[in-house]
């Protein structure tokens, strides 16, 4: 590999980190450098051969730009789970078909028995919109059926639908009608699994054992894994369903599939997914499609976190309180630290996709409408800043990221790091101004040699401070930077501590660090290993979990956590133990958000 290669690999190595649940949310090209270097996340990853790659089905460069340039949308997660204020399906449906495993909360007698209560009396499609449009957002993607295969539209290839309910009217066409109304651009999200369809099968239980990590099922000895005998008419219902979908409402500019790679635990052929997104494509020219049909698709999709840079398209699934749909608990996240998340992925050249629910009555939370309408009053006024822009020319870090469109650059400081911000200048570009776009304060910057130094303003903006840049030239670049360190990803948060343990420290080859209280501990970095470390965490001093182990002299090891079917970074612990007969002398950095 050339230097310069090696330099573009570290660059994109954590180009999109994520932590998801049931897909792969990145797809490449085999050797392509966003693979990461940490194998541990493999699962998150589906690399595809040139050859397959260039015989699938993608949108245009045309077809694309508006949803590049938009950056910002409305993810409405909105079922039967709403019955009990709970994210859809994963903790709903007791019985969950393979590959998935696990149950959810509910008998399957008790919340097939839900849509015989829902009335959605409050239920306003335009009002919904609106939302929408004051708070900033450029699109709107709906579940239409999410895993518990309640329809919510009014499909003529299932009972199990909105229009037999006391509801009884069509939710998707009047939310449809509404954002057609609007000339708000409009998709679907539809999950391939269904874990109520009699037919749904992707695999024959019969062939295979489950196990506990990606893809969770592995043959049986002598067997080959093989969908099941029905499963080929829930391919069928499945075309029929969807064509429904893309010909019943309209213009849909975006169809939002979730059942992709995951390390093997879907394929494209249990979908036939080469032909499904070509029958779709056809039916709605210019459509953008995700990558979760096991085919690369149009854009990639990681969730609940924001990513380093890449070319290819992306989006960040985001929730507004930590709960895809309604739920009070928890609170809504700060609305700093939502709009620096949405920054941070125009930073990174992708949009936020931002999810939330309404109650069981059809009304959304005044207090989680609030929150949107706040970021929407800060878009009005600074959208130049974000809306149409390009990922650059810096790299975005975790206290800054930038964002340039023609001759104009965008600077979000998050976070000063001292009294002033240098960057390298641009090659054959000349800076011709500079000021703060969201403050009143004059900018103190200067330009020597190589470098220009922006000073700290005396009151930053508390959200984040804008800088507004005027070039010479149109900027036509992005300035790499290298990426060395798993924890440079933005969804690991900031260094906690740093704990510095010596050879006398080991007890018989162990030991044990106490945080003093819980924290939400996304990783370690382990400087000045030898032997075999083995890493384990606890909440409560008594119950432990192997975390991970390397026989590195210096090594990353992330901790995650699994909710609602997802993969996220993060576990809520009090102690982590470390395990070396080696006794080495180390250098303990922990992460935390």
């Not at 190595?13 to 649940?21: C, E, M, Q, R, V």
């Not at 990853?45 to 040139?50: L, V």
């Not at 090659?427 to 101004?433: D, K, M, V």
Request: proline residues 6%; charged residues 20%.
């Amino acid at each position: 590999m050339s230097p310069t290669n090696k330099i573009k690999r570290l660059l994109f190595i954590l180009i999109a980190f994520i932590y998801t649940g049931a897909s792969a949310q990145w797809s490449v090209l085999k050797d392509d450098e966003r693979i990461p270097l940490n194998k541990s996340e493999f699962y998150l990853y589906q690399s595809f051969t040139p050859q397959q790659w260039n015989a699938s089905n993608f949108a245009t460069t045309r077809d694309m730009q508006w949803f590049n340039s938009a950056r910002y949308g409305m993810f409405i997660h909105f079922g039967l789970s709403a019955h009990e204020s709970k994210d859809l399906s994963w903790p709903i449906v007791y019985t969950r078909k393979a590959p998935d495993q696990g149950h959810g909360g509910y008998p399957d007698d008790v919340w097939t028995k839900w849509p015989e209560q829902f009335k959605l009396e409050k239920f306003n499609a335009e009002e919904w919109v609106k939302i929408a449009q004051d708070a900033g957002q450029k699109y709107i993607v709906v579940i239409a059926k999410h895993h518990d295969g309640f329809h919510m539209w009014d499909t003529k290839y299932s009972d199990f639908k909105i229009t037999n309910t006391p509801f009884g009217r069509d939710y998707i066409k009047e939310i449809a009608d509404a954002c057609h109304k609007a000339k708000m651009p409009f998709g679907f999200y539809y999950s391939q699994r269904d874990w109520y369809h009699p037919d749904y099968a992707p695999i024959d239980t019969n062939t295979i054992k489950q196990i506990p990590d990606p893809p969770y099922y592995q043959a049986l000895p002598g067997k080959k894994v093989k969908p099941g005998p029905s499963h080929q008419k829930y391919i069928d219902y499945q075309y029929n369903a969807i064509r429904e979908l893309c010909t019943k409402y309209g213009k849909i500019d975006i169809f939002w599939f979730d059942a992709v790679y995951w390390g093997g635990m879907f394929t494209a052929d249990m979908w036939d997914s080469e032909n499904l997104t070509r029958m779709i494509r056809r039916l709605q020219p210019g459509i953008v499609i995700n990558n979760r049909a096991s085919i690369p698709g149009d854009f990639d999709t990681p969730e609940q976190r924001i990513g380093m840079y890449q070319k290819r398209p992306w989006e960040s699934a985001m929730t507004l309180n930590g709960s895809w749909a309604y739920s009070p608990q928890p609170k809504v996240r700060p609305v700093k630290s939502l709009l620096q998340e949405m920054l941070s992925a125009a930073s990174g050249n992708g949009n936020v996709l931002l999810s939330w629910g309404a109650h069981w009555n059809g009304e959304f939370d005044s207090t989680q409408k609030d929150s949107l309408l706040t970021i929407g009053n800060w878009l009005k006024k600074y959208g130049e800043a974000y809306y149409g822009t390009n990922g650059g020319p810096w790299m975005p870090t975790k206290n800054y990221g930038s964002v340039y469109s023609k001759n104009k650059i965008y600077i979000y400081v998050y976070n000063w790091n001292g009294d002033k911000l240098s960057l390298p200048k641009i090659p054959g570009n000349e800076l011709l101004s500079a000021s703060f776009l969201n403050i009143s304060e004059k900018l103190n910057y200067q330009k020597s040699g190589s470098i220009i130094t922006f000073h700290k303003p005396q009151n930053p903006d508390k959200l984040v401070t804008v800088i507004a840049l005027t070039m010479a030239k149109t900027i036509n670049n992005v300035i790499e930077t290298k990426t060395l360190s798993l924890f440079d990803d933005p969804a690991y948060g900031q260094k906690l501590k740093v704990v510095e343990l010596g050879n006398s420290d080991w007890k018989q080859g162990n030991i044990t660090i106490d945080l003093y209280a819980v924290k939400k501990i996304t990783g370690l970095d382990v400087t000045g290993n030898s032997g075999t470390l083995v890493v384990s965490s606890s909440k409560d001093g008594k119950n432990w979990q192997k975390e991970g182990s390397s026989s590195k002299s210096k090594s990353s090891i992330s901790l995650t956590s699994f909710l609602a079917g997802v993969y996220i970074p993060g576990k809520e612990i009090r102690y982590i133990k470390l395990t070396n007969q080696h006794k080495p002398n180390l250098i303990i950095s922990l992460y935390s958000k």
